[in-house]
């Protein structure tokens, strides 16, 4: 069974950090590329950021370089994203989001072929 298991959510003030992680099951971990997207209520999901496990590439969307990192565990089939100088707007459901196929990350919320449930970040001003 296909299983992507995020973690690390909460509630944090404005300026604050969080660590979310991503462990994936049930497929060949090494062949996907890794995503976090990102739903805000009555908003579209969007692209935070993407990893290509197998080769390290990565993907940043324009508002949140410089802030986020993502990485990944290939010994441990687990995906991070640290998050630091965190902003209200940031505030959303982050799920998890894995395709088939590397040298390429993940944009678009329509690529991706495995999602996880997804959890929840909530920045306060």
């Known amino acids: 069974e296909v299983q992507l298991q995020a973690s690390g959510g909460g509630l944090v003030q404005a300026g604050g950090y969080l660590r979310l992680s991503c462990v994936a099951s049930?497929?060949?971990?090494?062949?996907?590329?890794i995503g976090w997207f990102r739903q805000a209520p009555g908003k579209e999901r969007e692209g935070a950021s993407c990893?290509?496990?197998?080769?390290?590439?990565?993907y940043y969307a324009d508002s949140v370089k410089g802030r986020f990192t993502i990485s990944s565990d290939n010994a441990k089939n687990t995906v991070y994203l640290q998050m630091n100088s965190l902003k209200p707007e940031d505030t959303a459901v982050y799920y998890c989001?894995?395709?088939?196929?590397?040298?390429?990350?993940?944009?678009?919320?329509?690529?991706?072929?495995?999602w996880g449930k997804g959890t929840q970040v909530t920045v306060s001003s």
């Open positions: 989001a894995a395709r088939y196929g590397l040298g390429y990350p993940c944009q678009y919320y329509n690529e991706m072929d495995y």
């Open positions: 049930g497929f060949t971990f090494d062949d996907y590329a």
């Open positions: 990893i290509s496990s197998g080769d390290g590439i990565t």
